[in-house]
């Protein structure tokens, strides 16, 4: 299948060591394709073991100081409701794995990294919600409400579920750009969450998802069951929609 308008891709490595460092590849490529057209760039990032290993990986690639990261803006696709700093946090695991290191080596301004609020600044989640669709408006792109993101990685759950939106859950309906989320079926019950209308604004959304136990959800979502029973299938971008996968995640799909 050839890249055009509207396309879907999926692309199954090996191993989910082979797909963080060809994820993190090609998000290195990407950054360094948009530049050469256009800034800002604006990423969001996930957590997830896969998620962090692609963050560690571009860590360690030679094609970091390629990069402007003073013209990169990184953004998350949602967040646990835990305070700062706290371990389990996306933005924590990523500061580790990857952002603190291009903070202090490679230009990118602390003020272009924008993390969702937790109860450190924050009552409660949809004031964090609330809060981070306010910053999202700041840097406001053609899709109206939120930037216009370049790349969006999302993980997907063993559920079929993204970002913080579960199977059967309330939050699959909520409008406008963020949601507060509420007995999450994961721990811990509360989070804040881009809604679908942002995941479906950005130019291209990258699904990663390695292990066995996807492999029936990830077959579902790329089949088209509905988006309440597997969130996945509604993760869907503008130009371009990646799966990328490893081969126990894949299982009976055939890469296109």
Known sequence: MTEASGVRLVV????KEVLAQAAAARLLTRVLDVQSVRSPVHVVLTGGTVGIATLA????SPLVPAIDWSGVHLWWGDERFLPDGDPDRNETQAREALL?????????????????????????????????????????????????????????????????????HEGLDAQGTTT??????KPPPERVSLTFDAIRSAREVWVVAAGAEKAERVAAALAGDPVTE??????????RTLWLLDLEAAGATTAT
Not at 57 to 60: G, K, M, N, P
Request: hydrophobic share 45%.
């Open 100 to 168: 603190d290191g291009l903070v202090t080596e490679h230009g990118l301004p602390e003020a272009n990294v924008h993390p969702m609020p937790g109860p450190t600044s924050v009552a409660t989640p949809e004031e964090g919600a609330a809060a981070y669709a306010a910053l999202l408006a700041e840097h406001e792109g053609e899709a109206g409400g939120v930037p216009a993101f370049d790349v969006l990685l999302l993980g997907m759950g063993p559920d079929g579920h993204v970002a913080s939106l579960f199977p059967g």
């Open 12 to 15: 199954v490595h090996p191993d």
């Open 180 to 185: 507060g989320v509420h007995g999450s079926p």
């Open 57 to 60: 990986a571009v860590a360690a």
């Open 230 to 239: 597997v969130p996945a299938a509604g993760a869907v971008g503008q130009a």
